[in-house]
């Protein structure tokens, strides 16, 4: 099973979406936070972190860490020169 499979498998799509959404909150609350003070924005940092979907999603992250390293681990070993990166993209498919 390749690493996208696995993705796919172990983590179902809303679990995706909310973490897309999660980071994208994220990204939004850091450039509100030029006119923010300091205090706000770490209490805006501390709710995010402790949605229900942030920490399901670093939970996750967490937990397949080791699999992951693995996966990123084989897929650089194998060799795709510049413009013959066929054996990994098909790894990796």
């Given at each position: 099973?390749?690493?996208?499979?696995?993705?796919?498998?172990?983590?179902?799509?809303?679990?995706?979406?909310?973490?897309?959404?999660?980071?994208?909150?994220?990204?939004?609350?850091?450039?509100?936070?030029a006119?923010q003070?300091?205090?706000?924005?770490?209490?805006?940092?501390?709710?995010?972190?402790?949605?229900?979907?942030?920490?399901?999603?670093?939970?996750?992250?967490?937990?397949?860490?080791?699999?992951t390293?693995?996966?990123?681990?084989?897929?650089?070993?194998?060799?795709?020169?510049?413009?013959?990166e066929?054996e990994?993209?098909l790894?990796?498919?």
């Amino acid at each position: 099973m390749t690493f996208a499979q696995r993705l796919h498998s172990t983590l179902p799509f809303a679990s995706l979406t909310s973490l897309l959404l999660a980071v994208l909150v994220m990204a939004g609350a850091t450039t509100e936070a030029a006119s923010q003070s300091q205090q706000e924005y770490e209490a805006q940092i501390r709710t995010l972190m402790n949605h229900p979907a942030v920490r399901s999603a670093l939970e996750h992250i967490e937990e397949t860490d080791d699999q992951t390293m693995a996966d990123l681990m084989a897929l650089t070993q194998i060799p795709a020169p510049p413009f013959m990166e066929e054996e990994r993209g098909l790894a990796s498919a």
